[in-house]
């Protein structure tokens, strides 16, 4: 079984840009789903965004699509969630999940992070 670690969030401003990290323990599966997923305090959590491990094909939340992407890095065994344009409504602890189906339910996944905090300042 495959673990996951997350690392990159922090504290930045409306507008700003962060870069998520997804690192695995051991390399993924060919078959491999890499999710994002967040909660903001109160709330539950949410699907943000999803990918193949080996292939290119992705999905994203309503409410980051054309801002975040989500992309892979065959050598080091990472899945990178890069955020731009960054709102308010964005900050939650963002999470990473592994899973073999390409799906946005948080309940399809196995393997997830600890978590790591976002926070965005207006």
């Known amino acids: 079984q495959v673990q996951v670690f997350e690392s990159g969030g922090g504290l930045v401003q409306a507008g700003d840009s962060l870069r998520l990290s997804c690192t695995a323990s051991?390399?993924?599966?060919?078959?491999?789903?890499i999710a994002w997923f967040r909660q903001a305090p109160g709330k539950e959590r949410e699907f943000v965004a999803m990918r193949r491990w080996s292939r290119d094909s992705s999905k994203y939340a309503d409410s980051v699509k054309d801002r975040f992407t989500i992309s892979t890095d065959k050598a080091d065994n990472t899945v990178n969630l890069q955020m731009n344009s960054m709102k308010p409504e964005d900050t939650a602890v963002y999470y990473c999940?592994?899973?073999?189906?390409?799906?946005?339910?948080?309940?399809?996944?196995?393997?997830w992070g600890q978590g790591t905090q976002v926070t965005v300042s207006s």
């Open positions: 051991r390399r993924f599966f060919s078959s491999a789903v």
């Open positions: 999940a592994h899973g073999s189906s390409f799906s946005a339910s948080a309940s399809d996944y196995f393997v």
